[in-house]
């Protein structure tokens, strides 16, 4: 493996990855090997399969994913390791020429245009005020992250008593006018998270209720978007669009999500 850089002028260099057999050639063979024990080929022993055949097969594919590989990791490498400060990525050069023979030529080179970054120098005067910032963060801002984050990693459990943070599911029946259940209308299982439903009366409606209650809700007030609404009654998009309709809605099943105690394993996890 051998990499050249030549730069072109301050702001652009060309680098030349040169890559040869000795490269690449071992991790090929292997992997050869490997799908030589795994082939299953009719007609052959398992396992017994000519490598010649598994080369012919797909040698040329690991051949070219394998100096990939290479290429990148010894990209990489040199930019980790090397002194030069790069603006994005190396990205494949336009200087690139002629075609490459995948499954006769051994040796290779390959061609990157890389950006370097400018180099500039501030000369701060001594005599310049800056307003430095000074964060006070309340405990209640705190305690709140905190409960977030015990949330996030808590345990959801079966409850009886809906909250604010809980969600529901149950079963969804369409009403008519006069708030009888509307013959043929729609019908479906599906559930409600009632932290995302924006109007606060219907958040209180669903707020205190226990399975086996029904709870009457309008449906252009339990999403934002017609797209949801229209995933959560299982109905096509166009429908929802032009539903006005009210819903029954009977509590089958609530949960609430545990926030995790505060202990070593939560750290751990966080």
């Known amino acids: 493996m051998n990499i050249i850089r030549e730069d072109i ?24 090997k490997e799908y030589q024990k795994k082939d299953r080929t009719p007609g052959f022993r398992p396992g017994n399969i ?26 990489t490498n040199y930019l980790e390791k ?14 690139q020429t002629g075609e490459i023979d995948w499954v006769n030529q051994k040796d290779f080179e390959f061609l990157y245009d890389m950006g370097l970054a400018p180099k ?11 307003v430095y910032q000074k964060i006070k963060v309340k405990d209640e801002l705190v305690d709140t992250q905190v409960n977030a984050i015990a949330t996030r990693y808590g345990k959801v ?9 809980d969600r529901m599911s149950g079963k969804f029946a369409e009403l008519d006018s006069n708030g009888e259940l509307l013959e043929a209308g729609i019908a479906t299982s599906g559930s409600l998270y009632i932290p995302r439903i924006k109007d606060e009366t219907t ?10 209650d029904k709870v009457i809700v309008d449906s252009q007030l339990l999403s934002d978007t017609k797209t949801d609404l229209a995933a959560m ?17 009977t509590v089958e099943n609530i949960t609430g999500m545990i926030p995790a105690e505060l202990n070593q394993e939560f750290f751990d996890k966080v």
């Open 50 to 75: 000519p490598i010649g055949l598994i080369r012919k097969r797909i040698g040329t594919r690991i051949k070219a994913d394998e100096i990939q590989n290479v290429l990148n990791d010894s990209l």
């Open 120 to 130: 500039f120098n501030i000369d701060i005067s001594s005599g310049i005020k800056m």
């Open 157 to 165: 459990s079966a409850t009886e008593i809906s909250t604010h943070k």
């Open 9 to 32: 002028d301050e702001l652009n260099a060309l680098i030349k990855v040169k890559v040869e057999e000795a490269d690449y050639l071992p991790k090929v063979e292997s992997l050869l």
């Open 82 to 95: 090397g002194d030069v400060e790069i603006v994005g990525n190396p990205i494949p050069s336009s200087r």
């Open 233 to 249: 009654l299982n109905i096509e998009k166009e429908v929802a669009e032009n539903l006005t309709s009210k819903f029954q809605f």
């Open 203 to 212: 958040k209180k409606m669903l707020t205190g209720v226990k399975v086996g």
